[in-house]
Nanobody, 114 residues
Framework: QVRLVESGGGLVQPGGSLRLSCEASESTFSILTMGWYRQAPGKERELVAITRGGGRNYADSVKGRFTISRDNTKNTVYLQMNSLKPEDTAVYYC?????????WGQGTQVTVSS
């Protein structure tokens, strides 16, 4: 079982920035595939960014604005979000994948509004 705790959400104005953090209770954190997903009201959950090994992939809608990174010494993955838009408003979830198992965090709300 991998427990994930997200933090860093909140209310920000359009054009602003936020950094989300997700800490995992897993000593083998470095081998986990880590991803950030989001779900807006009335919409399906969607992939935002993912990191596995040394690679990173992003949804087209966030490329150039969001950056996923990880600190294996802290068992933590981050999502730096810049140039935020109202359409980025959603609950953001962290997901860890180990083998065939997925583990989800509880989610953190991000609201982009003036």
């Amino acid at each position: 079982q991998v427990r994930l705790v997200e933090s860093g959400g909140g209310l920000v104005q359009p054009g602003g920035s936020l950094r989300l953090s997700c800490e995992a209770s897993e000593s083998t954190f470095s081998i986990l595939t880590m991803g950030w997903y989001r779900q807006a009201p009335g919409k399906e959950r969607e992939l935002v960014a993912i990191t596995r090994g040394g690679g990173r992939n992003y949804a087209d809608s966030v490329k150039g604005r969001f950056t996923i990174s990880r600190d294996n010494t802290k068992n933590t993955v981050y999502l730096q979000m810049n140039s935020l838009k109202p359409e980025d408003t959603a609950v953001y979830y962290c997901k860890a994948t180990r083998g065939v198992y997925d583990y989800w965090g509880q989610g953190t709300q991000v609201t982009v509004s003036s």
